[in-house]
């Protein structure tokens, strides 16, 4: 039971940070040949919630991430095409009770590197300079449609004699569809994902771990506001994701709800700081409720 308990454990705290996805502005329309670098910092901190019989209590992680990351715009059949790159370094501690017993876990290292390629298929066609200026002044009220794929690299630290790892050791895939309507200084955001997972195949001690895909979507509201300051609130909710260990069903479907709120403040004309809190929770019996905050800076070029 006990093996079971911790395999189980393992599972429903997923180490990287980006499973809180809930990302404001991603299809912003930017002119292409831009670069834009940025360190981003996050803390993180909640319960692991678990099914009593399993005998582990009390269960909280606490988690520090340095994330850097890096983005250029590109000319794509006409369109805005966008390539992202975010690489994650994390330092988590995990407590509990097992059977009574206080234990805890300490982990550093390299996370999963993710890398998202976008297009915005309407409403962002490829330009520059004083083109791209007058485009967007001319257009107060336009929609843009955007399409993405996003994968998530198996090349986070991982040791599958351990319970607990930075990475899954498994690719992770989410096709992105958003659409985003600007009227003045508002803008209204949705985006759908689903997320495809290989197996793990030497998941502690040489398991097999399989998912289903998780479903998700995502609502944003942004205003923008003097000197071009903005503020975004923002919902996400997602469900799907069961597992199974060598083939035996777990019966453990996921739920969860995120809600967050930013701040985006410029720095002169090609700099700017982000400030973000996010909340998720589990909409089941077993599951994670999560708090988080973010500072980032960021700079084009």
Known sequence: MARFALLLLAWLVPLSVFAQ???PRRWTH?????????????????????????????????????????????????????????????SNRWEG????TPASRDIDGLGDPIVRLSVNLVGSPALSGADYLQYRRSRPVHTIVGAALI???????????RLLNLGQNRLVL???????????????ELTTSVDFFTDNDDFFGGNELEQDPVLAAQAHVVRTLASDWWVSVGTAYSTGGESAINGVDKDDERRN?????????????????????LHGETLEDVGTDLDTVLLSWSIRF
């Not at 709800?257 to 809190?277: C, H, N, R």
């Open 174 to 188: 989410r096709p992105q569809l958003g659409v985003v309507h600007l009227r003045g200084p508002w803008s209204y």
């Open 30 to 90: 930017l002119p292409v040949g831009s670069n834009v670098a940025g360190v981003t910092y996050l803390y993180t901190d909640g319960e692991v919630l678990l099914d009593p019989v399993l005998e582990l209590e009390d269960v909280t992680v606490e988690s520090h991430t340095a994330v850097a990351s890096y983005l250029r715009t590109f000319e794509l059949l006409g369109t805005t095409g966008r390539l992202d790159l975010i690489v994650p370094v994390q």
């Open 151 to 161: 994968g998530v690299l198996p090349l986070g630290e991982y040791d599958p004699d």
């Open 257 to 277: 709800l995120l809600a967050g709120f930013s701040v985006g403040v410029p720095i002169g004309a090609t700099q700017g700081l982000k400030l973000a809190y």
């Open 21 to 23: 996805d809930l990302e």
């Open 97 to 100: 009770r097992v059977s009574g």
